[in-house]
């Protein structure tokens, strides 16, 4: 019998089936590999996931994100935090992350609702800085927000440590700080897991009636207006979803060092998520996978350029932009292309 | 008397963020991209007048000259090389080229200036007017912020009002096809408008660094995206709206330092930014563009 698919399944399942081959190749070659790029593969997992929830927001629903790593962070906070808090009532790690992971998810997807409320309603650039405003505005109340636990629960202040924790008690989150002695539960399988969920929630989402819904919005949002879909709906399913991978994502990245601080979710981390989306392809998903995982490698790949790594990282992004992008050198490169031989031939 | 010594910083930082400002808003309004790169060129500005007044001992005024010259021939050739083979391509990949910019004169500032903070010695001395006995203190750094925003302010609306190429810049913000039918070089335009944004940013750079003296390879990023937000605040490709948007931008944060909490001056600016957006959806002064279908 023979399986007939159409184009989208089969590009789907192509997808899967890369995510698990990497999966089993870096199991299999895990002796020979590197110390350093070991510890990468947590981090590559966190971003992919990243990538592609960004995916969801900038070429599925077609809306400039700039503060994806907002999201991130409150995932990253509240999953560790969970999972510390946690520490003693679930002993087995595994369903500690997976408990962290999903407190990550729903509160980075509460603060995705919150913030989608007055940011969906912008268009455009305007869009993009609101969104931008609330990365910092996440990163500063992070910076100074201080949690702590003790018999009588949690226990929060901000700008200083006004706890008051009782007799036993453990500070969480210590302000700029951020959270120090982490267990570093998360695993590559763990990392893979969560790759593999993000891509059948995304793939479901955009296969479905919702995301040629949110497709059509995208392509002209009078159009979809007219015919009756209710935009904001539809948007602010998109975005939602998107922040709470983007939260998991965190988790996952947090619980793989033994402290994190709001920081590191500044915006540059977002660029550089958007850098993968971009250079991945705007709403290819392999392409995120693909550009996620080769760039967050590239800069640990280039360091027999020692000091210059990063400026070579700048001028590798500037290159692969315009030879993707300019018309002129787009035909050039394509002359050598097989395909076009075989055309010109036939 | 404390308010009114907020107040005059808070201008005087506003005053930077409008200069910077205008390079973001004049791109935008003629190339309609997001110059990432913007706050990066402050930053050589800031390095290149340093480095002509404290190694070379030149005269201060002629280390921003100097400044000047090099950021705008940085700018052109930038334009030059990054943005314009990218004139058809989609938004989002000249951003990330900018992006890329960003990085490229950050890592090679990195490298040829090392990380090591410099102190910035300020162009024009650390003197200061105080006025009811010494209630009242002005820098003479703030003073002359503020009158050089003023004066770019009045070259500028002067500039785009009457000059043949303030004109072209003008039409090529509205409409470049109908501009290039009627016999206005695009290119030279756009790559002008660029010229000018970063010749505007080194003076910005040098005047931040005279104000808040560390010098670090970074030192741009931060007031880049302030900048950014100014302008949009006031409306992006709105030269007035850039100037008020970083006005407000600098008295509010200021005044968020001085009243709410120090820690979390950054998160009110951007929050008073939401506010403002929600209300008018384009920025203080901008144009609400009605679609139509």
């Known amino acids: 019998m023979k399986l007939k698919l159409n184009k989208t399944t089969r590009k789907n399942f192509a997808t899967y089936g890369v995510v698990i081959l990497a999966y089993v190749l870096l199991q299999v070659m895990k002796g020979s590999l590197s110390s350093s790029l070991?510890?990468?593969l947590v981090p590559i997992c966190a971003y992919v996931v990243m990538a592609i929830s960004l995916n969801l927001t900038v070429g599925i629903l077609g809306e400039l994100s700039l503060g994806h790593a907002g999201f991130m962070s409150v995932g990253a906070f509240t999953g560790v935090t969970a999972a510390i808090a946690l520490q003693n009532v679930i002993p087995a790690a595994p369903l500690r992350l997976a408990v962290g992971l999903a407190v990550g998810a729903a509160f980075a997807g509460i603060a995705g609702f919150l913030i989608g409320i007055p940011v969906l309603r912008l268009n455009g650039d305007y869009l993009a800085i609101v969104t931008l405003a609330f990365g910092e505005i996440i990163k500063s109340i992070f910076n100074n927000l201080y949690v702590g636990i003790d018999k009588n629960g949690m226990q929060f202040s901000l700008l200083s440590d006004k706890t008051n924790l009782a007799e036993g008690g453990k500070l969480i989150i210590e302000g700029p700080m951020g959270i120090g002695g982490i267990q570093k539960i998360s695993t590559f399988t763990a990392g893979f897991i969560?790759?593999?969920?993000?891509?059948?929630?995304?793939?479901?989402?955009?296969?479905?009636?919702?995301?040629?819904?949110?497709?059509?919005?995208?392509?002209?949002h009078i159009a979809a207006e007219s015919i009756g879909l209710h935009v904001t709906h539809y948007k602010m399913m998109a975005f939602v979803t998107s922040a709470a991978l983007a939260g998991a994502a965190g988790t996952l990245f947090a619980m793989n060092y033994s402290t994190i601080m709001a920081n590191k979710f500044d915006f540059n981390t977002s660029i550089l998520v958007l850098v993968f989306v971009v250079l991945g392809g705007q709403g290819n998903m392999l392409g995120s996978i693909v550009a996620a995982a080769a760039l967050t490698v590239l800069p640990e790949m280039l360091r027999t350029f020692a000091d210059y790594r990063m400026l070579v990282y700048a001028i590798v992004l500037i290159l692969v932009m315009l030879t993707t992008n300019n018309a002129t050198l787009r035909s050039w490169f394509s002359r050598f292309s097989l395909k076009n031989r075989e055309k010109e031939a036939a | 008397m404390t308010f009114l010594n907020f107040l005059i910083s808070g201008i005087s930082l506003g005053s930077i963020y409008a200069i910077i400002a205008l390079g973001y808003t004049m791109v935008y309004g003629i190339a309609k991209m997001l110059n990432f790169a913007h706050g990066d060129v402050i930053m050589v500005g800031a390095y290149i007048c340093f480095y002509a007044v404290s190694r070379f001992?030149?005269?201060?005024?002629?280390?921003?000259v100097l400044a000047m010259l090099v950021c705008t021939v940085l700018g052109?050739?930038?334009?030059?090389?990054?943005?314009?083979?990218?004139?058809?391509?989609?938004?989002?990949?000249?951003?990330?080229?900018?992006?890329?910019?960003?990085?490229?004169?950050?890592?090679?500032?990195?490298?040829?200036?090392?990380?090591?903070?410099?102190?910035f010695p300020s162009v024009v001395g650390n003197g200061k007017i105080e006025m009811f006995g010494?209630?009242?203190?002005?820098?003479?750094?703030?003073?002359?912020?503020?009158?050089?925003?003023?004066?770019?302010m009045l070259a500028l609306t002067w500039f785009t009002?009457?000059?043949?190429?303030?004109?072209?810049?003008?039409?090529?913000?509205?409409?470049?096809?109908?501009?290039?039918?009627?016999?206005?070089?695009?290119?030279?335009?756009?790559?002008?408008?660029?010229?000018?944004?970063?010749?505007?940013?080194?003076?910005?750079?040098v005047l931040l660094c005279s104000a808040y003296p560390t010098l670090v390879p970074t030192t741009g990023?931060?007031?880049?995206?302030?900048?950014?937000?100014a302008a949009v605040f006031g409306g992006i490709g709105s030269i007035p709206g850039a100037l008020l948007g970083g006005l407000l931008l600098g008295v509010i944060e200021i005044?968020?330092?001085?009243?709410?909490?120090?820690?979390?001056?950054?998160?009110?600016?951007?929050?008073?930014?939401?506010?403002?957006?929600?209300?008018?959806?384009?920025?203080?002064?901008?144009?609400?563009?009605?679609?139509?279908?």
Not at chain 2, 57 to 64: D, F, K, M
Not at chain 2, 221 to 229: D, N, R, V, W, Y
Not at chain 2, 256 to 282: E, G, M, N, R
């Open chain 1, 38 to 40: 070991k510890g990468m």
């Open chain 2, 134 to 152: 010494g209630q009242l203190t002005i820098s003479h750094v703030t003073i002359v912020t503020i009158a050089a925003c003023v004066i770019i």
């Open chain 2, 221 to 229: 990023s931060m007031p880049g995206i302030k900048a950014f937000t």
């Open chain 1, 194 to 220: 969560l790759v593999m969920i993000t891509l059948i929630i995304v793939f479901n989402l955009v296969n479905s009636r919702a995301g040629r819904a949110i497709m059509a919005i995208r392509d002209n």
């Open chain 2, 57 to 64: 001992s030149l005269p201060p005024l002629a280390g921003v």
């Open chain 2, 76 to 119: 052109m050739l930038v334009e030059r090389l990054a943005y314009k083979p990218l004139r058809a391509a989609p938004s989002l990949a000249v951003l990330i080229t900018a992006i890329g910019v960003s990085y490229f004169l950050q890592n090679t500032a990195l490298l040829l200036w090392s990380s090591n903070p410099k102190v």
């Open chain 2, 255 to 293: 005044f968020a330092k001085a009243y709410i909490s120090t820690q979390l001056s950054d998160a009110v600016v951007f929050a008073v930014l939401i506010v403002v957006l929600l209300v008018k959806p384009a920025g203080l002064l901008g144009k609400q563009i009605h679609e139509k279908v």
């Open chain 2, 161 to 205: 009002g009457n000059t043949r190429m303030g004109k072209a810049m003008r039409a090529c913000s509205e409409d470049k096809g109908a501009a290039q039918l009627m016999g206005i070089n695009v290119n030279a335009t756009i790559s002008m408008t660029f010229a000018i944004g970063s010749g505007l940013a080194a003076i910005a750079g």
